[in-house]
C-alpha cells in the first residue's frame, strides 16, 4: 500500500493511494461504522497491526465518493509526528570518501527532531546566516512494531514502509563544535514523502536506485546496495542502544554528490530546488525560501 497524509481543516488526513483515486480513510472508516477516528498518528503509533484493517477498508470501500483526486490534495509530511528520528551518517563509501572522512567501522547515528519535519512541495526558510546549506538524498525507513535487541536477519519483519527523504544540513553549524546536532536540527530541515510504500512492496530495501536533483540537474546518482552498513544492521544495531518503537523513523544515509564534496562549493540558497526520489517511492521535491 501506499499512504499519503493530505491538509484539511481538521488537520493532516491519511490517505491511500489506489488506482480509483485517493481514499479518505477517516471517512472511509465513519461509513464502515468504525467507532474510532483513524489518523495518521494512530496508524503509524501503532505500526504493523493497523495494516491489515487499514487493507480490509480499502477492499470494502466501494463508494466513489470517499476517493479523492491526489492532484487536487496538499500534502502532508509522509509521517507528520514521528517518534525518533535517527539518521546514519557516512553511510555510503563514496560519501564518506567525499566528506574527507574515513568509512566508519560501525554506524554513525545522529538525531533530529520534530521541528525538521516537512511536507512534499513546502518551502523551506533559510535564515540570513545559514549559508552553507547542503541537501542529501536518503531512504527513509518507518518502524512498525516494537523491537530491542533485534538480529539483523529479524530486523526487516519490524519496518512498516519506506519513504523519500532529504536530510537537509547547514555544514557550518554542524561542524563548530563536536557535535552535528545544530547542523542537523534546523527547523524544516526533513522534509518526507510524498508516500510511506510498505514494506511488502520493498522486499529489497538494498536495491533501490537513489537520485536527486538541484534545479533540474542530476547532482546524486547511486543505489542502496552502496550503503555500508544496511538498513537491517543500522536497526539491530540501534536496537541493542534504545527500544525503536512504531512511528519511530530512520533516515539511512546519503549517496555521494553532495555539495559538501564539490569544489568550488556553492550552497543552496533562496530560489533553489532540490528533488529526491528513491526508486518507487514517488519524488519529494522543496523549494527554499528566504525566512
Ligand atoms: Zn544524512
Known amino acids: 500500500m501506499r499512504l499519503i497524509t493530505y491538509q484539511s481543516s481538521d488537520g493532516f488526513q491519511l490517505g491511500v493511494v489506489t488506482e480509483r ?16 477516528a483513524i489518523t495518521p498518528d494512530a496508524v503509524f503509533g501503532r505500526g504493523l497491526p493497523v495494516l491489515e484493517r487499514l487493507r480490509a477498508l ?20 509522509a509521517v507528520p509526528n514521528p517518534g525518533k528520528i535517527l539518521c546514519v551518517g557516512l553511510n555510503y563509501a563514496k560519501h564518506a570518501a567525499e566528506s574527507g572522512a574515513a568509512p566508519p567501522e560501525e554506524p ?4 533530529k527532531f520534530n521541528n525538521t519535519i516537512a511536507a512534499p512541495n513546502e518551502d523551506i526558510p533559510l535564515q540570513a546566516d545559514w549559508t552553507t546549506v547542503d541537501y542529501e538524498s536518503e531512504l527513509g525507513v518507518v518502524m512498525g512494531a516494537t523491537v530491542r535487541n533485534v538480529s539483523v536477519d529479524d530486523a526487516l519483519d519490524a519496518v512498516f514502509g519506506y519513504c ?26 526533513l522534509p518526507l514523502g510524498p508516500y510511506v510504500v510498505t514494506a511488502d512492496e520493498i522486499p529489497d530495501p538494498q536495491n533501490l536506485s537513489i537520485k536527486g536533483w538541484l534545479n533540474g540537474e542530476l547532482r546524486q546518482d547511486s543505489n542502496t546496495a552502496d550503503m555500508i552498513f544496511s538498513v537491517a544492521e543500522v536497526i539491530a544495531y540501534a536496537s541493542r542502544i534504545m527500544t525503536l518503537e512504531p512511528g519511530d523513523i530512520i533516515s539511512s544515509g546519503t ?4 555539495i559538501l ?3 568550488p562549493r556553492v550552497w543552496l540558497k533562496p530560489g533553489d530546488e532540490y528533488v529526491v526520489e528513491v526508486e518507487g517511492l514517488g519524488k519529494l521535491a522543496n523549494r527554499l525560501v528566504e525566512a
Not at 483515486?21 to 474510532?36: E, H, N, Q
Not at 545544530?182 to 524544516?188: F, I, V
Not at 549517496?255 to 553532495?258: A, D, I, Q, Y
Request: no cysteine; aromatic share 8%; glycine share 10%.
Open 21 to 36: 483515486g485517493v481514499l479518505d480513510v477517516a471517512a472511509a472508516a465513519r461509513a464502515a461504522g468504525v467507532p474510532r
Open 58 to 77: 480499502v477492499e470494502s470501500s466501494a463508494d466513489a465518493a470517499l476517493y479523492l483526486d491526489e492532484a487536487d490534495l496538499t500534502y502532508g509530511p
Open 261 to 263: 564534496g564539490m569544489e
Open 108 to 111: 554513525v547515528l545522529f538525531s
Open 255 to 258: 549517496p555521494e554528490g553532495v
Open 164 to 189: 523519500n527523504m532529504n536530510d537537509l544540513s547547514e555544514r557550518n553549524f554542524q561542524m563548530k563544535s563536536g557535535q552535528w546536532l545544530l547542523g542537523k536540527t534546523l527547523d524544516k530541515f
